[in-house]
């Protein structure tokens, strides 16, 4: 039986409490923000109004003229939403409560996933080589056109669905008389255990690491000269536009992911092996897996909604069944997967839960 010792929570336990005011904070500037595009019909940089990306996404099926202030008002919806969530806790009537916690869940899902698409992946994959490279010139790209307003727009939508998100989460289990640090409450579920977590998530990290691996295979057979999945002719066409130096370069940033994906289920993803200097034998805090891991899932997943439903995607890659564009049809599963083994990680790693004492 777990047992439960009374101590006062520390301040860094706090963070859930903190997670509602930040969410309607940020919903509701970005919502005002919206509501003046409404007003001024200028602004609004998403959809078809970008015109750098904006095929990829989702939202290029939303006509403006509908999309803002349909984002304005659930912008706006929102940040009250979460504002009555972050009242003191009272349980209220049961389908209210579901329709709370469906609406705040749906609104988080489109700011973090649909709005985001593939342009944020491609900005995390390339950014360790635009920020080595900006002092040498390398790679020569106007960097104004890589760091709009579109892709602002797109990781603020990100940080307010996980904002939005968390909120939401702590509100449930607030009302649900749990821990709203952990979750806990007073009977644990056998799959959120260590010892079970530590059984699927082993069959998680394996996923989620070969996926991007079959992926990144392909782009290094291009930039070593081997046309596997395309034409002899695409193959020059990207050597010549230097195309096929940026696949490279997502194809390593996806082969560093897939062997840090496998640490979540290795020693060494808890105590820093004995080559890193300093750091040798350390324990590995659990939010420098957890946090990066976490952006990492929620782009990829946000990356294969657009991608996959883009009808260029399908012609450029014979129908997808081609080796160029096969692995990407596994995306959706690498995204979830990743997921699954990062909560995984949190789960056998979480300890004592600081707030309520329980572990």
């Known amino acids: 039986m777990t047992t439960i010792t009374a101590s006062p929570a520390r301040t860094d336990s706090r963070w859930p409490d903190r997670l509602g005011p930040l969410a309607a904070g940020w919903l509701g500037l970005w919502g005002v923000l919206a509501l003046l595009s409404v007003l001024t019909g200028a602004g609004y940089p998403l959809g078809p109004n970008d015109g750098n990306g904006g095929e990829v996404s989702l939202l290029r099926l939303v006509p403006v003229e509908l999309a803002v202030p349909l984002f ?12 009555a969530m972050s009242r003191p806790a009272v349980r209220p009537p049961g389908p209210l409560r579901a329709l709370l916690a469906g609406y705040g869940w749906a609104v988080a899902f489109v700011l973090a996933v ?16 635009l920020i080595v490279g900006a002092p040498f010139g390398w790679p020569p790209v106007d960097y104004s056109d890589i760091f709009t ?23 449930q289990r607030r009302t649900a008389a749990a821990c709203v640090g952990c979750g806990r409450g007073d009977t644990d579920r056998g799959w959120t255990t260590a010892a079970a977590a530590a059984r699927w998530g082993r069959w998680a990290a394996g996923i989620a690491a070969v996926i991007p691996l079959t992926y990144a295979l392909t782009r290094f057979a291009w ?51 004995s080559w890193m200097v300093g750091l040798a034998g350390r324990r590995v805090p659990v939010k420098l897996a957890v946090v990066p891991a976490t952006l990492v899932a ?17 012609e450029l ?43």
């Open 317 to 359: 890659t014979g129908g997808g069944v081609s080796l160029t564009g096969a692995p990407m049809l596994l995306w959706p599963l690498w995204g979830v997967a990743l997921g699954a083994a990062t909560y995984a990680y949190h789960l056998r790693r979480r300890g004592t839960c600081r707030r309520c004492g329980r572990g």
């Open 223 to 273: 930039a070593a000269g081997i046309p596997v999945g395309i034409s002899r002719e695409f193959l020059t066409e990207m050597q010549v536009s230097g195309m096929v130096w940026a696949g490279f370069g997502l194809a390593a940033f996806a082969t560093v992911g897939a062997v840090l994906t496998l640490g979540l289920v290795q020693r060494w993803g808890e105590r820093f092996p």
């Open 149 to 171: 307003w579109a892709l602002f727009a797109r990781f603020a939508a990100l940080a307010g669905g996980l904002l939005l998100a968390g909120a939401v989460l702590a509100w």
């Open 114 to 129: 649909v709005v985001p698409d593939v342009r944020v992946l491609i900005v995390l994959g390339y950014l360790p080589i």
């Open 72 to 83: 304005a008002g659930t912008l706006l919806t929102a940040a009250v939403a979460v504002l």
């Open 298 to 314: 929620i782009a990829v997943t946000a990356a294969s909604l657009g991608l996959l439903s883009n009808p260029r995607f399908w």
